[in-house]
């Protein structure tokens, strides 16, 4: 995976993103529904049908095809407070989904899944606010449990990964998952306006 790191040579990244390449280098069994990838700029081009230079640096792949990066809107030289975003190979939702990279592993427990149930639930509530309820709503603690439990039966290094996120990334998964892609939704600038004026 240098040549993943390599995209980000005249950037600082996030200690945490080192060690997440690492991590993925290193485990041979799925630990959740993500794949790095180092042609994702083609690939994001492709996406949005643009040739133009956005400030957008993808690091991976769902297993939709929907990607995942960095969004450096601000042109930070460091990008420990970037956002993370989704651009979703169906068209929607683009989204920010973490307002950080160490926030996006805190949610990551609950598998790729969630970050885009909660961003789509934020466009239809958008969209219609009389037919659907604040997002919030839709994510109680049973709903929750159910991503935990899902991505424990799936894959099978996933507690592996849940080690390492405490031991080496010092962090916790959420307890409140969809609220950090809420806030992060609701703080950033609104990345599918910003992709439209392309």
């Known amino acids: 995976m240098k040549d ?11 200690s945490n ?5 690492q991590f993925w ?14 042609d994702g700029q083609n690939m994001f081009n492709r996406l949005v049908k643009t040739k133009e230079k956005l400030d957008v640096i993808i690091f991976a ?7 995942i990066g960095f969004w450096n809107h601000q042109k ?7 956002p993370i975003v989704w651009i979703d190979s169906n068209g929607e ?7 950080t990279f160490d926030d996006f592993l805190k949610v990551l427990p609950f598998d790729l899944g969630i970050f885009y149930d909660v961003a789509s639930a934020w466009v239809n509530y958008n969209l219609y606010p009389e037919l659907y309820e604040y997002p919030i709503n839709d994510f109680d603690e049973e709903t929750l449990s159910s991503y935990i439990k899902d991505a424990k039966e799936s894959y ?13 990334a010092g962090l916790k998964q959420s307890e409140s998952p969809h609220e950090i892609i809420l806030n992060a939704i609701k703080t950033e600038p609104d990345f599918s306006r910003y992709l439209k004026a392309k």
Do not use: C
């Open 4 to 14: 993943l790191l390599k995209l980000f040579d005249q950037f600082g990244v996030p």
């Open 17 to 21: 993103f080192k060690n997440f390449v």
């Open 25 to 38: 280098e290193k485990t041979e069994e799925p630990f959740i529904d993500i794949e790095l990838i180092i």
């Open 61 to 67: 792949q769902h297993g939709s095809g929907s990607l």
């Open 76 to 82: 930070k030289r460091h990008l420990s407070e970037v």
């Open 93 to 99: 939702p683009n989204s920010v989904i973490a307002k």
């Open 156 to 168: 099978p290094a996933y507690s592996e990964f849940i080690s390492w996120l405490d031991k080496t």
